[in-house]
């Protein structure tokens, strides 16, 4: 579905636009739309934003978007605005593969619109220097040395990403990535905004709520980020999230013949391949040249678990203790080095977004302790482990804060109890913050991400974002609903930047 472009292509854009920034002091100017060039079915036009809202007429950036129109257009609503998340998730990339997400109703209702953030994908990147990016030291630090050479580097690191990148660096939080959202509502035609975002995604949707609470028709906000939580809540949530996504997985192997483990002690075998990765001596499929981190090994548990993609994991784990691969192996997952003249790094927004800084080793080593505690066979969660250093000492222009809602529209919010990535109590938080007008939906199952998962808790969200209808207050869907009008995916490795907190450098396929 999707055609990769190189990094250095990339790069050049990036060069390209700096030379020539157009201005953005009309900003709600209608989109010029064209069939895109990669996805000829879509339409793809740019949107001109400034660099800084508090300059509207200053230097500009293009926001790259995608639309399908709606396939009915006498039963037409409106635009849908979605955001996959990430950050680094490509709002474009969702848009293509609509028809494969959405269902046929959904589709036939609305103009279907992505767009890529800025310091994204398409919408000029947050770049660094590939050789800079490729000394990052291994994630997990076991010494004040490591810590002290992680801050370093990390200044290092961010000097170099905001001399590639250019002035946009300093402005990609999500309160500026909000103001985006209603320049494109604007430039649409739409006096509200109706808009649908996963993960990451919802951030961008609760600064949105926060800024614009008039501006708002419909916000589906799936699989919830917590904007409230300091540092050792954010980590202890993850890991007792991941902890238990991992429990599931583990429960269902006991149980089910089909399982690639069952019969065995699946425990005792993640604990063997964890200790192979600490030795150095475990190898990932097809990749001979270096062995596998304890966190790539980590990064299995966090995403086998989203889809949940079980039978998957269960083949990769034997595969790993020395069983035979399964049909399709998954690309390594994990922060890697990178080939090319740069690198993008969108863990920039995450480090704008959560003030993650962490004052020496000592009190690194008392999370890491924590995390362990909730998960003891997880032993922390990777994404936030490995964005966490880059964020070291970085300013956060965007710290977090409880959320102010005054509107009058009902927001819709969705989550699973067993999500290894967004944690349901994050969702339940959220609804908290927001007051009586945010509704939680509640599916009793796996995975990160609600919708498609089944009929209860798909077309609820599609009858509030078409009809503003929205389910009772401590709405849930159990298990094993009838999946007649949702649009299933194959079980497959989550390789979609899905995932919050990775670095879409890391990602391939």
Not at 8 to 33: G, Q
Not at 308 to 319: G, H, N, V
């Amino acid at each position: 579905m999707r055609k990769k472009y190189s990094l250095f292509t990339a790069a050049f854009a990036v060069v390209a636009a700096l030379l020539s920034i157009p201005s953005a002091a009309n900003a709600d100017e209608a989109i010029a739309w064209a069939p895109c060039e990669e996805e000829p079915t879509a339409e793809c036009g740019t949107l001109a934003v400034p660099i800084d809202w508090s300059k509207p007429d200053g230097p500009a950036i293009d926001l790259a978007l995608a639309r399908r129109k709606a396939t009915d257009p006498a039963a037409r609503v409106g635009s849908l605005v979605i955001n996959p998340g990430g950050p680094g998730g490509s709002g474009v990339e969702a848009a293509y593969g609509a028809p494969g997400f959405f269902t046929e109703e959904l589709q036939r209702r609305f103009d279907i619109v992505g767009f890529d953030p800025r310091g994204v994908g398409r919408s000029h990147p947050v770049i660094c220097s590939a050789s800079v990016y490729n000394e990052m030291p291994y994630a997990v630090m076991t010494s004040q040395a490591d810590f002290d050479r992680w801050t370093a580097y990390a200044k290092r690191l961010r000097q170099d990403c905001r001399a590639r990148t250019g002035p946009l660096y300093d402005h990609v939080d999500s309160v500026n990535v909000a103001r985006d959202l209603d320049a494109i509502r604007a430039a649409l035609g739409e006096e509200k905004l109706t808009y649908y975002g996963i993960s990451y995604g919802t951030l961008i949707g609760q600064m949105y709520a926060e800024l614009f609470p008039n501006r708002i028709r419909a916000l589906a906000l799936d699989s919830n980020m917590d904007h409230s939580l300091g540092v050792k809540a954010f980590l202890d949530s993850e890991a007792a999230a991941v902890e238990d996504a991992f429990d599931e997985f583990a429960g269902w192997c006991d149980q089910e013949p089909s399982c690639a483990l069952h019969g065995q002690d699946v425990r005792a075998v993640w604990e063997r391949l964890l200790a192979k990765a600490r030795k150095g001596e475990l190898y990932y499929p097809g990749v001979p040249d270096r062995p596998m981190t304890e966190v790539q090994v980590l990064w299995q548990g966090v995403l086998g678990t989203e889809g949940p993609a079980w039978q998957l994991l269960s083949e990769m784990l034997r595969a790993l203790d020395g069983g035979p691969l399964p049909p399709w192996v998954p690309p390594l997952s994990g922060r890697q080095p990178v080939t090319g003249e740069v690198a993008q790094l969108p863990t920039a927004i995450l480090c704008q977004d959560y003030n993650l800084r962490v004052r020496n080793y000592k009190e690194y080593a008392a999370l890491l302790r924590s995390s362990k505690r909730r998960a003891p066979d997880m032993r922390l969660n990777p994404m936030p482990i490995e964005d966490l250093p880059v964020c070291l000492n970085h300013p956060t222009t965007n710290p977090q804060h409880r959320l102010r809602y005054t509107g009058s529209a009902p927001l819709l919010l969705g989550n699973s109890l067993h999500d290894p990535s967004t944690p349901y109590g994050w969702s339940a938080n959220v609804a908290r913050q927001l007051g009586p007008k945010a509704v939680l939906l509640t599916y009793e199952g796996w995975g990160h991400r609600i919708y498609g998962k089944d009929r209860c808790s798909t077309e609820p969200i599609d009858a509030y974002l078409i009809s503003l209808t929205v389910p009772p207050h401590g709405f849930r869907c159990p298990v094993g609903g009838d999946e007649a009008s949702v649009k299933r995916q194959p079980e497959a490795w989550p390789t979609d930047r899905l995932p919050w907190g990775a670095s879409i450098t890391n990602r391939s396929g």
